[in-house]
């Protein structure tokens, strides 16, 4: 897929700010920036790589921007070819004035990714590393950014690189075996060969369990907030985001669609979701807010029920249980929020909420008292919602998958060892052995990218922004 272009991209947000960054890449990057680039020193192509160098973009006579120019000669750069990065102004017309200016003297528009893409195929990192890239880009929380910097510096990947080696070696005696077979020789240690299949199965196994775990910190825990109208949701979402973010009122159906804002707590990103009380009605438009009210709560995986502190006892029960009949699985979290507590007097509250009159709650879940009106007791609404994610803390080089076809890979290489070491059990043949070896080398080597199709690589790097 690699070809020999020069390619360049603005690789800063779009829109004016103090500075951009115009970036170049392919065997004329030098050459095309030294065509318009003038300064008191000597030309580009002569300078020293990993220099920077002060001067004017010109087209023609006429002086575009005053820049700063970075030279990175190959190998030794972001993509592995001769990179080229000038920091100009910020503005959106010297922006596109210079990618024009690169374009007209012989460079083309880099394509989504093209940019990690070239390191990937130049050998500068492997395919996890390169997607833990857009990861990186994308991070929200601490969490979300000490995986995605664990993964882009190896992670992972060299712990699967060198099992996969092992294991190539294995098989190429296994193989090897197969030319001598009337002699019945066996090249391969099949205890060995059991151990290392072992311990790749372990590493599996942990990177499978990580999955879950992964997908939390890379996407945000969504956390649905429901309840009967007026019991105070819009006004939580608003206390837990600090900020107006729903329209609060006394007049029953006023959300009609979900509202959603993220937050990050501990180092945790938590999307929370408002959504439409939920109520017998015959209006249209509200009935359509609750029916996705309960799509929310299938996809959340904490739900915050929200009732009225003032309400009886048992209708309080009731909301919960009706709750849990309709919408609940055994991997879903509930925490019963009792709002409003201000209108109640403090002796009225420890008399009427105790674990005992709220049994029908499940085992793993609990209830919290709060005055979202007041702020009161929100903080520890969202120390409960740290607390019930069980999130550990992440120590430096934790293993964490976080990207759906690794975890489709590790899978379909899970399934591969197992067979393997039933072949190992029932002393199989060679042949059919070492077929089910190399079916686990080809999964292996789909995740670190030693074996990949322009269709997975045209996949990931799609998804990566241009410039990048």
Known sequence: MLDDSTICAISTPPGSGAIAVVRLSGKDAVRIC?????????????????????GTIRDGDKIIDEVVVGIFKAPHSYTGEDVVEVSCHGATYVQQQLLQLFINNGARLA????????AFLNGKMDLSQAEAVADLIASTSRASHKVAINQMRGGFSDEIKKLREKLVNF????????????????????????????????????????????????????????GKPNVGKSTLLNSLVKEEKAIVSEVPGTTRDAIEDTIVIEGVAF???????????????????????????????????????????????????????????????????INKTDKLAESEINKKFTCKKLDSLREKDGFILISALDHEDVHDL?????????????????????????????????????????????????????????????????????ITTDEILGNIFSKFCIGK
């Open 271 to 337: 999307r929370f979701i408002d959504t439409a009380g939920l109520r017998e009605t015959s209006d249209f438009i509200e009935n359509l807010g609750i029916r996705k009210t309960y799509q929310k709560i299938k996809q959340a995986s904490i739900v915050l029920l929200l009732v009225d502190a003032t309400d009886d006892i048992n209708i309080i029960q009731g909301s919960v249980k009706e709750i849990l009949k309709q919408t609940f699985s055994d991997d879903k979290q509930l925490i019963l929020v």
């Open 34 to 54: 030294d065509k318009l680039f003038y300064s008191k020193r000597k030309k580009l192509i002569s300078q020293k790589p990993n220099t920077l160098h002060f």
């Open 111 to 118: 394509t989504p990714g093209e940019f990690t893409m070239r």
């Open 171 to 226: 098989t190429s005696l296994i193989e090897l075996e197969l030319d001598f077979i009337e002699e019945d020789v066996e090249f391969a240690d099949r205890k060995e060969l059991k151990d290392l299949v072992l311990k790749i199965n372990k590493l599996i196994e942990q990177l499978v369990n990580s999955f879950s775990l992964g997908n939390v910190i890379k996407n945000g825990v969504p956390v649905a907030i429901v």
């Open 382 to 450: 969202a120390q409960e919602l740290v607390k019930t994610i069980n999130l550990k803390p992440l120590e430096e080089n934790d293993i964490i998958i976080t990207n759906t076809w690794h975890y489709e890979a590790l899978i379909h290489s899970s399934k591969a060892i197992q067979r393997v070491l039933n072949g190992l059990e029932q002393e199989i043949s060679g042949d059919f052995l070492a077929q089910d070896i190399r079916e686990v080398l080809h999964y292996m080597g789909e995740i670190t990218g030693e």
